[in-house]
């Protein structure tokens, strides 16, 4: 059983430029997470989706940032344009139920390097 | 807004020997607490959560934790480590007044050889 697939595992780009990272959910799962971590603020929640649908995106840092959810298979966190105090890496989780009183399920993460 | 604290940034034991790893949380009338474990380079996986019930939690590979609601804690304790044990461990909170999930600033666990 596949889990939660991250993709691209590492990307690096220029200052200015436009990130596009992607996810792929555990089949059948109703809740989507992103989240950032960096050594200074440690794990923190970005945005999350229940049935597809976003539920809380105030740990948004900015506009910079976008997040979308076009069926329940598939999400995308967007940063455009990319700032280099954006280098972290990024998870994406999904979970059962929805909320976040359930189990949740970690990808790999992708790690961000901009320069 | 609720919290959640773990006090120690770094933990180092000798293999084999018993560890504990402690978490506070503020007062919150629904206390739905989580560890989870993450392994250099990796995604994080759940340890064990508690909802209600037994106060003492079960958990993968060997963890246990006890929720003492007059401490407000959730220790994590595994009573014989090994080396595959090294890694951060957070802790975790749904926060009903947000309805989000809040995470601990995380311990890093090293094993003495």
């Known amino acids: 059983d596949a889990g939660v697939i991250q993709s691209p595992r590492h990307e690096v780009t220029e200052m200015g430029q436009e990130v596009t990272l992607r996810c792929k959910p555990i089949?059948?799962?109703?809740?989507l997470f992103w989240y950032r971590q960096t050594m200074m603020r440690g794990l923190e929640l970005l945005i999350y989706?229940?049935?597809?649908?976003?539920?809380?995106d105030s740990g948004m840092p900015e506009d910079r940032f976008s997040a979308k959810m076009p069926n329940a298979s598939f999400s995308t966190l967007k940063i455009q344009p990319s700032e280099p105090r954006d280098s972290a890496v990024y998870f994406c989780?999904?979970?059962?139920?929805?909320?976040?009183?359930?189990?949740?399920?970690f990808g790999p993460g992708t790690r961000l390097t901009v320069l | 807004a609720q919290s959640v604290t773990q006090p120690d940034i770094h933990i180092t034991v000798s293999e084999g020997a018993s560890l504990e790893l402690r978490c506070n949380y503020s007062?919150?009338?629904?206390?739905?607490l989580f560890w989870y474990v993450q392994s250099p380079g990796q995604g994080l996986q759940l340890l064990l959560k508690?909802?209600?019930?037994?106060?003492l939690v079960q958990g993968i590979k060997g963890f246990e934790a006890e929720f003492k609601r007059s401490q407000s804690s959730f220790n994590l304790r595994k009573p014989s480590v090994h080396w595959s044990d090294a890694a951060e461990y957070f802790c975790?909170?749904?926060?009903?007044?947000?309805?989000?999930?809040?995470f601990g600033s995380g311990t890093r666990l090293s094993i003495r050889p």
């Open positions: 989780a999904s979970s059962p139920q929805q909320g976040g009183t359930d189990t949740q399920y």
């Open positions: 089949s059948g799962h109703n809740s």
């Open positions: 989706f229940n049935n597809n649908v976003p539920i809380d």
């Open positions: 007062y919150g009338a629904t206390p739905y």
């Open positions: 508690y909802f209600s019930g037994d106060t």
């Open positions: 975790a909170r749904w926060d009903s007044s947000a309805s989000k999930i809040i």
